[in-house]
Every structure is written in C-alpha cells, then in structure tokens.
C-alpha cells in the first residue's frame, strides 16, 4: 500500500525531493523502494538498491548504535553512510515504522545530507580542543582579570612559572604580583586599556617565592555578560612565543558576545563596504546579514544620507566616537527611525582601518517626540486663543495663588488700574483694595480658597495714580491634581454705571419734587384767579376811579405771578417731543413781526440778520417758544 502511495500522486514529491525517501522490509532490512535522491546524495542509481540491505552502506562504528535506534516505532540519528566512490558521508536519517493492514511491515526512511555541516562542527571542536590544549601548554602566563577589580577570573596552567599552582590566584587581585616601584604605572597603562581598549606594559611581577620576573603583558578590554574583564597575556622577555591562538580566542569570545546583543552591529572597514552584520539585524531591518553586507549605504534615507556621511566623516578626522539618528530602510518597504553610536577603529600608527557601529530601533520614541511636538503646538496654539481672549475681553482679570499674591493679570487690568504687569505680578492683591474694603474682600478670597461658595460683592479699587475705582467681582478657585493653587477673578469696573444711576435717581427725585410743585401750583392759580376777577370788576366800577391806578398794578401783577407759574407747570409737565427737519430761519421770519411789535412797545428795535444754515431736527412748538423766550429776556435786560 506504501508503495502504491509512493508510485500515484505523491510519486512528485519523492522523485524530485532533495532527501533520500527509502523503503526496507523491516524483518529483513532490504529495499523495496529508493527514490532519485540516492543518486545525488551517494552516488547509486535507484535500480541498483532494490533488494540490497540497508546496513551495507552504514559506517561499521554506527552499526550497533542504528541497530537499537531501529526497534523503536520511529527516530531520528545522525550518522555516516558509504558513498559509491567508496568515502562516507553524514547524513541525518529519519525513520518511521509503517503497519499495514495484511502486508508486512515497512521502514520508511527520510534522510538529508548534513555532511559539510558536521564536517564544520567536527572542525569546531576540534579548533576549541586545539585552543584549549595550547592554554593549558603554552609558555606564556594567560589570564582574565576583572576590569574594575583586577582579581583573577581565570589563570592558564603556565601560571606555574610564578610558582602558583592552576585556580590558586582565582579571586586575588593582579596588582598584588605587580612590583610595588611598577604598580604606579601598571595602575595607569589599565585606566589606558579601559579607554583605548587594549594596550601593552612591561613590569616586574614577583613570584611566589619572593623572587622577581621580567613580564612583556600584552592586554584587551572586554565586554561580558557580567560586566568588563582583561584577558592579560604574559611572557617572559627572555623567551617569547607569539600569542596570536589566544588573541584569536578573545575575538572569538567578543563575536559570540556581539552576535548575541539585541542591539545591531555592523562593521565598516576603510572604504566603507560593510564586512559584518550582527544576527541582530535580521530582528531589526529584516534583512539577513548577508543581505545588509551587500547594500552598503543604500538603506539610509536618501534625505539622512549626508548628514550620516558628514558625522562619520567628521568623526573619522577627529578620532572621536560617533552618535547618529537616521532613517533605514526595513525589509518591508518603509523606513524606520535608528540610533547609531560606535567607535573609529584606527590601527598601531593611528591610521584609519573601519568603522563600527551598533544601533537600535528608536522608531516609538520618534512617534512619541513627534505627538509630544505636536501636543506642545496645539497647546501654544490654544494658550495663544486663549491668551488673546484674556486681553481682549472689557472685564479686569487677575489670578492669585494661596499667599494672595498676583500671578497673572490681563491687559484690560493694566489699562484700567494704570500699573504694568510687572508691577503687579508678584504683589498681594490687597494692596490694591481700598484699605476700608480690606477686611471684607480677605473674607471672600479665604472662603474662596477654601472651595465655598462665595457671593459677587463690590469694593473699590486704587489706581495707580491714587484714583478709586469701584468693581463689582466674580471668582473661583484654580485647581491643580486636585488641590487649590489660587483663584482666578472677573472684575467689572463699574463706577461710571453707580454714577448715572446716582445721577438717575437724582432725576427721578427732581421729577417727584416738580410733580408736587405743580400740584401746589395749581391751587394757587386758582385763588388768584378769583382775586383777579374781582379786581376787574372794581376797576370797571366808577367809585373806584380814584384807585384806578392801584387796581391795574394789581392786575398787573396777578398777571405776571400768573405767567411765572404757567411757565414752571411747562418745565414740570412730561412733555412728548415731535421732531422734524425744519429750517430754522423760516421760523425765525415767521415770529419777526410778533418780536418787532414787542420791541417797539419798549422802544427798542431788533435787527434780524440770517445766515444760511441746514435743515435740523427740531419740534417747532418748543422752538418757536424758546425763541419768543429768549428775544423778550434779551428786551427786559437791555437798558433804555
């Protein structure tokens, strides 16, 4: 049935698959089915394996080791499989044991050809056994020394040159084998390590028998896990051996360090071709490493692209690090915000040799800079509306805090009380109340501070140049996380409003008082009516001819008083005015003749000299009265 399935629709994927697919019989291990792959991986052409049993192309050494991985239901091993031109190879091989219905059981194999990865594994280990076997047996004194401590992590077997056994120095300080007339200057090549990174020192070290050694110390500063170390390595001057394995083990173990970072890494070497990438840049970019050593500068923004050619170019003149934000192009088509720091890689005589640069994504704090920008313009935009409002608006406004000293006051305030804002600010707002309202005004202002409800009230207020003005106000408290921090006040300057309505009520007084002198007026014209009947009558009497003189000076005068009071009854009567466009002159000719005849009963005589004027809005009535009014005054005050 296994090979049935094989040979129809799935017949494709067997015969084009990269992996060897396998069939044995399980009892006797022969093949029953090989598919194309064993070409290409061994060598056989399928044809030739059909019947054959599977453990003649098995390594003689993985033979028993297969045999009892076979009895289980399926697994998976790694071993080496003989090649037709007669050489092995690896292979990773997985087996299934497939139970069919009426036929024997089957041994389905998958295997994949992993040779060129174990040969690079077998060749790690035994690169690590290499490294490992020349620290153990090298000459010269190796060992890894905190950085800020200087006690020993680790020491190498040569140690034994001092006299020192393996692990006996762990957690001692290096300086303690350092000569004491050399630990001045070991203390200062150290601090020279921790900033250039590296460096070398020749010292005397003391052995552990007290005697003395001549030591060329070759250092580098490392950065772990755990924080920073020197990895020291020492030899005598009288015997020197290079020491270029360990360094290369250092850089080793500075690789795993970088590659593990989450932050990315790229180095530049002199011309700017990028010949490293972190791992960390797949995260990051998208990108594999292999990807972003082939772009070179073609990821940065072309609008950031110079700025970062400027900066690194300017750092690599100055032999000073580098700190940059550019835009990067992600492997998903838009760019993204990076912060990049790194150091010039410079050579023994100080010469440019790279560039290496680790960044990281900085795109949310870039989006939080950019709302926070725009949040701050939205902000001054409405403090500069709500500004104008405060400027604008016709009532004093100021704010206080808790000590009742002014901390703002709007422009309305200035104009009105005549200080400036800086006289003003600062300054306990009762030093511009009347000194009789001060009491009162401190009442309001604590209860308002205090969050209770506070009445509009009315005080006066002191100007600058001594005049008062009083304003009728309105506040509440300013809040600030929920606590009071001041109160803000609305004045409405009100002083010439209480002056027309004193004045108001003063004319309301005189019309009362007029009402009441008309009423009393009345009643006298009435008994002087009377009198001035009867007086006539007497002087139409010829027994009285003789008193004709006294009678019409009465009458006379009854007229006269008569007249006095007609004329106070007109100013104390609500009148309705009618006003029209009139032309003036007009009614001055038409009341000549009438002020002409006045004139020549006193023996005077009026000159009427008109000039052009315009038509106004004028109740004849009143005018034509105010005219006679005035021209019979004018007559009676001019002399004869």
């Known amino acids: 049935m296994l090979l049935d399935i094989l040979k129809s629709g799935y017949n494709f994927i067997a015969e084009y698959s990269t992996e060897m697919i396998d069939v044995f019989d399980r009892e006797s291990l022969t093949c029953i089915y090989a598919s194309p792959a064993n070409y290409r991986i061994l060598g056989y052409k399928p044809e030739t394996l059909i019947g054959r049993h599977f453990l003649e192309l098995v390594h003689p050494e993985e033979l028993e080791v297969l045999r009892d991985f076979l009895n289980q239901e399926k697994g998976a091993v790694e071993l080496r499989l003989r090649k037709k031109e007669g050489y092995y190879v690896w292979v990773e091989m997985n087996w299934y044991i497939i139970q069919q219905a009426g036929e024997p059981d089957c041994v389905l194999i998958v295997t994949r050809d992993i040779h060129e990865r174990k040969q690079a594994e077998l060749s790690q280990q035994l690169s690590e056994k290499r490294y490992r076997l020349i620290s153990d047996n090298a000459r010269d004194l190796i060992c890894i020394v905190d950085a800020n401590s200087f006690k020993y992590i680790y020491t190498s077997p040569s140690y034994s040159l001092l006299d020192y056994s393996e692990g006996e120095l762990l957690g001692q300080s290096f300086i303690d084998l350092i000569h004491q007339d050399d630990k001045p200057m070991a203390f200062h090549k150290l601090e020279d390590w921790k900033n250039q990174g590296w460096g070398s020192y020749k010292c005397r070290a003391i052995k552990k028998d007290g005697t003395l050694i001549w030591f ?120 993204i915000w990076l912060e990049a720091v790194g150091n010039i890689l410079t050579d023994n005589n100080n010469h440019y040799k790279g560039l290496v640069l680790a960044f990281r994504d900085i795109e949310a704090r870039k989006q939080a800079e950019q709302k926070a920008v725009e949040n ?62 001060r009491e009162r005004v401190r009442s309001f202002a604590e ?91 007497l002087l139409k009497d010829e027994d009285f001819n003789d008193k004709r003189e006294y009678l019409e000076i009465m009458i006379e005068e009854l007229n ?44 005077r005589t009026i000159i009427l000299k008109l000039e052009d004027v315009p038509d106004l809005l004028l109740d004849v009535k009143e005018i034509r009265q105010l005219i006679i009014n005035l021209v019979r005054n004018a007559l009676e005050a001019t002399p004869c």
């Open 560 to 603: 006269r008083a008569n007249g006095i009071i007609g004329e106070f009854l007109n100013l104390a009567r609500h009148k309705i005015v009618d006003l029209k466009a009139c032309q003036i002159n007009q009614i001055v000719r038409s009341l000549a003749p009438l002020l002409q005849a006045d004139a020549f009963l006193s023996d």
């Open 376 to 437: 701050e313009s939205r902000l001054i935009e409405q403090y500069n509306c709500l500004n104008t409002l405060i400027n604008k608006m016709n009532e004093f406004c100021y704010t206080y805090d808790e000590n009742y000293n002014i901390t703002f006051v709007n422009k309305r305030t200035t104009e009105g009380t005549g200080y400036s804002q800086k006289e003003m600010i600062g300054r306990c707002i009762f030093d511009f109340v009347h000194p009789d309202d």
């Open 216 to 335: 060329d110390s070759l250092g580098k500063l490392i950065e772990t896990p755990t924080g920073l170390e020197f990895i020291i390595i020492s030899r005598d001057i009288t015997e020197s051996k290079q020491v270029e394995e360990a360094l290369r083990s250092s850089e080793e173990r500075l690789r795993e360090i970088t590659d593990n970072m989450l932050d990315g890494i790229i180095l530049l070497n002199w011309d700017g071709i990028i010949n490293y990438a972190s791992p960390s840049c797949k995260n990051l970019l998208g990108y594999s490493p292999k990807a972003i050593m082939a772009t070179s500068l073609d990821l940065v923004h072309p609008g950031d692209r110079w700025q970062f050619i400027r900066v690194i170019n300017q750092a690599i003149k100055k032999r000073s690090p580098v700190r940059l934000e550019f835009r990067c192009l992600h492997a998903k088509g838009d760019y």
């Open 447 to 537: 209860q308002r501070l205090k969050d209770l409800d506070v009445d509009r009230c009315e005080h006066r207020l002191i100007c600058k140049n001594g005049q008062e003005l009083l304003v009728h106000i309105k506040g509440s408290p300013l809040f600030n996380n929920g606590k009071i921090t001041g109160a803000i006040i609305l004045c409405d300057d009100i002083t010439e409003y209480k002056k027309l309505q004193s004045e108001m009520t003063r004319l309301d007084q005189m019309h009362t008082i007029g009402e009441i002198a008309a009423g009393i007026a009345h009643e006298i014209r009435n008994p002087m009516t009377t009198v001035n009947g009867f007086l006539q009558l």
